[in-house]
Nanobody
Framework: VQLVESGGGLVQAGGSLRLSCTAS????????VGWFRQAPGKEREGVSG????????YYSDSVKGRFTISTDSAKTTVYLQMNSLKPEDTAVYYC??????????????????????????WGQGTQVTVSS
């Protein structure tokens, strides 16, 4: 049971990246998947999440309107499309899961804070660097 994040890189402000979170050995059925990020010297914060049941998605205020989360039909990969990137988006981005109803994960993301409940299957993270 493993999550693998990919798609990070170096981009100029205003640019775009698409991150992927791929499940190995399981699917996201019955869970919500969330993206979190952690910048140097800062706490981990929730960014976006999606329910595998109905596709309901949610975002922190800091990324709303710029980021879009989605999942593939097989429910093995969750994407985070990041547009209009800003230098303050620079961080290591992680994905994690929580069994539905995933109240803790959703609350973390809506509040833009770190995990409020134990989350499963953290990946190793992917670095996103936005230059000004």
């Amino acid at each position: 049971v493993q999550l693998v994040e990919s798609g990070g890189g170096l981009v100029q402000a205003g640019g775009s990246l698409r991150l992927s979170c791929t499940a190995s050995g399981f699917t996201f059925v019955g869970t919500a998947v969330g993206w979190f990020r952690q910048a140097p010297g800062k706490e981990r914060e929730g960014v976006s999440g999606i329910s595998s049941r109905d596709g309901n998605s949610y975002y922190s205020d800091s990324v709303k309107g710029r980021f879009t989360i989605s999942t593939d039909s097989a429910k093995t990969t969750v994407y985070l499309q990041m547009n209009s990137l800003k230098p303050e988006d620079t961080a290591v981005y992680y994905c994690a899961t929580e069994p539905l109803p995933a109240i803790g994960l959703k609350s973390s993301i809506l509040k833009g804070v770190g995990p409020l409940s134990p989350l499963n299957s953290w990946g190793q993270g992917t670095q996103v660097t936005v230059s000004s």
